[in-house]
């Protein structure tokens, strides 16, 4: 999804390249693989010595403020690109959006990581439940944390594990 960014400074310490991300900042060398050895210039962090990863969601010309959770107003609005996986997306008919978050992160994690790594099938459940075509029944934000199959059981309820 284009509207969610992954802060890499932790795996690539050194910085990429804005228009081509295998390059050093300054395009000068390729990134090599990380053989845990910080010293070494121009390399990439394995994800597991990385340490976890900030996610953030962007594109804020799309982004709405409500004054509380609860206060959530339906919303229309057509934003072209994301009508091509969003079906509620409208000019006319209200939608809301929580429903849309949920279905954008779990569009993300289908394409970006189930598609792509292998035993991930613990997530093929929780996945159906972000990306069903009815909005009713698809969890919002909150709900789709409570749902994750990965959230540990013990602590604040704040820690995740895969």
Request: hydrophobic share 35%; with cysteine.
């Amino acid at each position: 999804m284009e509207n969610i960014v992954m802060d890499a400074s932790h795996m690539v310490p050194g910085g990429f390249h804005f228009s081509w991300p295998h390059a050093s900042a300054d395009g000068l060398y390729l990134l090599q693989t990380h053989a845990r050895d910080d010293s070494a210039p121009h390399t990439i962090k394995l994800h597991t010595e990385a340490g976890p990863m900030d996610y953030y969601f962007i594109d804020s010309g799309l982004t709405m403020h409500f004054s509380s959770y609860r206060m959530c107003e339906r919303m229309t609005g057509d934003v072209s690109r994301l009508r091509k996986c969003i079906p509620e997306i409208s000019k006319t008919i209200p939608y809301d959006p929580f429903k849309v978050d949920g279905r954008l992160v779990g569009e993300m994690l289908h394409w970006q990581f189930l598609e792509d790594y292998n035993g991930l099938n613990f997530l093929i459940s929780f996945l159906c439940k972000l990306r069903a075509q009815v909005p009713a029944r698809r969890p919002d934000t909150r709900g789709a944390l409570a749902l994750f199959p990965g959230r540990s059981k013990e602590g604040d309820g704040g820690e995740f594990f895969l």
